[in-house]
Nanobody, 123 residues
Framework: VQLQASGGGLVQTGGSLRLSCASS????????MGWFRQTPGKEREFVAA????????YYADAVKGRFTISRDNAGNTLFLQMNSLKPEDTAVYYC?????????????????WGQGTQVTVSS
């Protein structure tokens, strides 16, 4: 399984971005997926996750109400709509496939990470 994240960029505080994560694997629809972010010197941080059906989602408290995770199983693509962006949202954002059980919020539950896409929010 290969994941390709895209959609990052530079945006002002209060702006919006939509991240995409395209999967090359035919099993995309079988797995929960997640978005994490990372800044230099820090561990990868949970942002949002979505079950295989798309009916159940999970969010970090820091992004709840501003970010929306969704998926298109027919198109093998995961999305993250980010609104009301803040400077503290600046990070490299990664998508991952959840292959181990747990809370959905730990990076070690995930494998097959994409290469990451940079999001920079200016103040």
């Amino acid at each position: 399984v290969q994941l390709q994240a895209s959609g990052g960029g530079l945006v002002q505080t209060g702006g919006s971005l939509r991240l995409s994560c395209a999967s090359s694997g035919r099993a995309f629809s079988r797995y929960a997926m997640g978005w994490f972010r990372q800044t230099p010197g820090k561990e990868r941080e949970f942002v949002a996750a979505i079950r295989w059906s798309g009916l159940t989602t999970y969010y970090a408290d820091a992004v709840k109400g501003r970010f929306t995770i969704s998926r298109d199983n027919a198109g093998n693509t995961l999305f993250l709509q980010m609104n009301s962006l803040k400077p503290e949202d600046t990070a490299v954002y990664y998508c991952g496939t959840r292959v181990y059980s747990g809370s959905f919020k730990k990076a070690d539950e995930y494998d097959y990470w994409g290469q990451g896409t940079q999001v920079t929010v200016s103040s």
